[in-house]
């Protein structure tokens, strides 16, 4: 059975960092997309960062527009972990953030594309 554990979340101020991780047991990372998502109080899961697997480049990446250029999304297949780096933080940022693994080894923004997920990790930016 596939478990995805979620680690790192926190309270954190506006511009600060913080470094997600995401351990998956029980199956691995190749050939799958790994994705974050995050879902604040009151609204929908929205889609932040996914690593695509491709088997000569090995990973490419894709991010939602708003945290493009301060999220990075990176996994190491070894350690069967994913990561999400969360720079210049904003308090919109504020969610349970998600981590999850593709059905396939592209997968993109909807949910239905991922088949095993984690039970989240609370991060809270204060203004």
């Known amino acids: 059975q596939v478990q995805v554990v979620e680690s790192g979340g926190g309270l954190v101020q506006a511009g600060d960092s913080l470094r997600l991780s995401c351990a998956v047991s029980g199956g691995t990372l190749s050939r799958r997309a790994m994705a974050w998502f995050r879902q604040a109080p009151g609204k929908e899961r929205d889609f932040v960062a996914v690593?695509?697997?491709?088997?000569?480049?090995?990973?490419?990446?894709d991010y939602a527009d708003s945290v493009k250029g301060r999220f990075s999304i990176s996994r190491d297949n070894a350690k069967n972990t994913v990561y999400l780096q969360m720079n210049s933080l904003k308090p919109e940022d504020t969610a349970v953030y998600y981590c999850?693994?593709?059905?396939?080894?592209?997968?993109?923004?909807?949910?239905?594309?991922?088949?095993?997920w984690g039970q989240g990790t609370q991060v809270t930016v204060s203004s």
């Open positions: 690593s695509n697997w491709n088997e000569f480049i090995t990973s490419y990446a």
């Open positions: 999850a693994r593709g059905n396939m080894p592209v997968a993109g923004p909807n949910v239905y594309e991922y088949g095993y």
